[in-house]
């Protein structure tokens, strides 16, 4: 319930010199929800990197991240009367629509540049012009699944395919 959730965060930025730096952060969280069937987990990774050489000819950067959530699904009460009337003390007694169905989500990031600096002395001093040419490499996916093991077809009123797993990715 509130106030029973566990959170964890945390960040480490270093120099590794006057040229290099990188970044790593986690955020990580979970808890067992009001109600029955709304745990959760969540998690977050980060990274990041910088290096540019002596002579100002090259800079290269890197950002990476991952994050996922897992969760129960209940589908709601079963009876909102119950909710209004309050008769129970522990909310966890309170039937639900759904008792075995979960979710899940999670994406990923990864960008990478590069910087091959022709004029100028830095791609990053807005005072002086110069030339530069940056090649750059961007990926990323996302995916859903949502599953029950125990269909009660009322709540799902229109099966297209599958009726015990869904899953989504881009």
């Known amino acids: 319930g509130s106030g029973n959730e566990q959170y964890f965060s945390g960040m480490h930025s270093q120099s590794i010199s006057e040229r290099t730096n990188f970044t790593v952060t986690v955020a990580r969280s979970n808890g067992e929800g009001l109600y029955l069937r709304q745990a959760f987990f969540s ?68 960008r990478i540049d590069q910087y091959f600096i022709f004029s100028g002395d830095s791609v990053w001093n807005t ?30 009123p229109a099966i297209f395919m599958d009726s015990t797993v869904t899953n989504d990715s881009v």
């Open 43 to 110: 998690e977050n990774y980060s990274l990041s990197f910088f290096h540019r050489p002596k002579k100002n000819r090259y800079a290269i950067t890197l950002q990476a991240q991952y994050q996922s959530l897992k969760k129960d699904e209940n589908g709601g009460l079963e009876d909102n009367t119950l909710f209004s009337e309050n008769i129970f003390t522990n909310r966890k007694l309170i039937p639900v629509n759904i008792d075995n169905a979960s979710s899940k989500v999670r994406s990923r990031f990864l």
């Open 127 to 156: 005072k002086r012009k110069g030339s530069f040419l940056r090649v750059g490499l961007v990926a990323r996916d996302h995916f859903r699944a949502y599953s029950d093991d125990a269909v009660n077809f009322a709540n799902y």
